[in-house]
């Protein structure tokens, strides 16, 4: 490995340190799916507000135990959405979510009743204090941390929000991105006929599709021929956009064309590393723009950028939502595997369930770069450490979705 070549760990903790957390903003909650808390959630309000019913039935008061055989008079009727309602001594018929009159502190399911009159019921079995009834508070306490910060806002999370009547909620500002691909053999528009040699961009529409799953705000996207002029005025348009991070693809490696790094001194930006030990995505650069933008210059092949987006963007993105550093999880290799020593790989992969319902992680054929099938077939990155050169069938291994939001569970049948 040559002597400017970083280990993994020492660029990600480069990355890491070059990013803060973005500012909160206010978010109206009918528009804050999928973005992070930035501040714990406290409540304001008991939920449920109110003592209400849990059954359709009776509502009535009494010693400890009403026995079954007891005997009441029906004095009201309470249906969900009715007011304050006084209870004198009877019992009130009640409908689910209702409102419990006060003075009464118990409910009997209506099929445990029989009725005598149109006003009078008999208790078939015995009704305790408190049966039925669902307290106020008892979900939630006015003044208790319903959700932390750093929470990624899902539905659920939305339920929540919405049962506490809030209008919005304080969020972390979305980090924004620009999008630069390189090459003049590249053709954007699906429609156009390509000519010997061309090929088309797919790595401006990988990105484009993933970077809003992974909490960010996509300001720009553009491609630029080999040309380090074409290239600067794009990443000036990028900035002008407003772009924190700036993900470019293509030119960074060992050939004629490959300007990107000259074109980085020349605006003068600081390079704060060029090639990692990984594959794919060796030629990886990242520099701080003059006004302090992050720029990833992912090598061109399609599986470099995927690897370079979830290892090295996804993790600064992390930072700027105030996000804690990923765990991987550790999953059982369902096929033996061997590589290069000295390079920590990532591996396209497919988490799955064996034959006995258990989690297992299959390594994909085809792991060349520029193999973009394999990707499509993949639900998860398996990620070897440099210093392993062989797994047996079986070993733990390091499991990553295909975003860091996003875990999958596989449900297909077994391998
Ligand atoms: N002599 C050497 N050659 C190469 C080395 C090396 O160390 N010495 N490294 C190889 C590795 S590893 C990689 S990865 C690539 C990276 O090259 P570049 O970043 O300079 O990228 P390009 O040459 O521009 O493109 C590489 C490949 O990817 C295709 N490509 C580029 N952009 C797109 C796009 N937007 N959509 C789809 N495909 C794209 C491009 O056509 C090339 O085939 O360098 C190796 N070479
Ligand atoms: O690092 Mo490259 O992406 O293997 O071809």
């Not at 079995?125 to 208790?144: E, I, K, L, W």
């Amino acid at each position: 490995m040559s002597q400017d070549t970083l280990a993994y760990e020492d660029a990600l903790r480069i990355v890491l340190a070059a990013r803060t957390r973005l500012p909160a903003q206010a978010c109206p909650t009918t528009a804050c799916l999928g973005r992070v808390l930035a501040e714990p959630l406290v409540s304001k309000v008991d939920l449920p507000p109110f003592d209400n019913s849990a059954m359709d039935g009776f509502a009535l008061r009494g010693d400890a135990v009403v026995p079954a055989g007891a005997e009441r008079d029906v004095e009201g009727e309470q249906a969900a959405g009715d007011g304050i309602a006084h209870a004198r001594h009877g019992a009130w018929e009640i409908m689910t979510g209702a409102r419990l009159p006060d003075g009464l502190d118990r409910v009997i399911p209506v099929e445990q009743t029989e009725r005598l009159s149109s006003s009078r019921i008999r208790l078939l079995a015995d009704v305790t204090p408190g049966q039925n009834v669902r307290h106020a508070g008892s979900d939630v306490r006015r003044g208790q941390t319903v959700l932390a910060a750093g929470t990624t806002l899902a539905p659920q999370h939305l339920m929540l929000l919405a049962s506490l009547g809030l209008g919005d909620v304080s969020v972390i500002e979305r980090p924004r991105v620009a999008v630069l691909c390189t090459g003049r053999e590249l053709v954007d528009d699906p429609a156009q006929t390509l000519s010997p040699g061309q090929i088309r961009n797919s790595n401006g529409p990988f990105l484009a599709a993933r970077l809003p799953l992974a909490g960010a705000d996509v300001v720009h996207v553009e491609t630029v021929g080999d040309d380090a002029v074409a290239f600067e005025a794009a990443l000036r348009r990028a900035l002008d956009a407003g772009a924190q991070l700036i993900i470019s693809s293509g030119a960074v490696s060992m050939g004629r064309y490959d300007f990107v790094p000259q074109a980085l001194e020349h605006i003068g930006a600081e390079t704060l590393f060029h090639k990692v030990a990984i594959r794919p995505g060796k030629p990886l650069l990242c520099a701080r723009l003059p006004g302090n933008a992050l720029l990833f210059g992912l090598p061109g092949n399609p599986i470099a950028v995927a690897v370079g987006l979830r290892f090295f963007v996804e993790p600064a993105l992390r930072v700027m939502l105030g996000l804690p550093q990923e765990m991987p999880r550790r999953v059982p290799l369902f096929n033996a595997y061997s590589k290069k020593p000295r390079l920590r790989f990532h591996l396209k992969s497919r988490l799955r369930i064996d034959g006995e319902g258990r989690l297992a992680i299959e390594v994909l054929g085809g792991q060349e770069s520029y193999r973009i099938q394999p990707l499509a077939d993949a639900n998860a990155w398996a990620v070897v450490p440099a210093d392993i050169d062989a797994l047996a069938a079986g070993s733990l291994v390091d499991v990553y979705g295909p975003g860091h939001l996003e875990f999958p569970l596989p449900c297909e049948s077994p391998i």
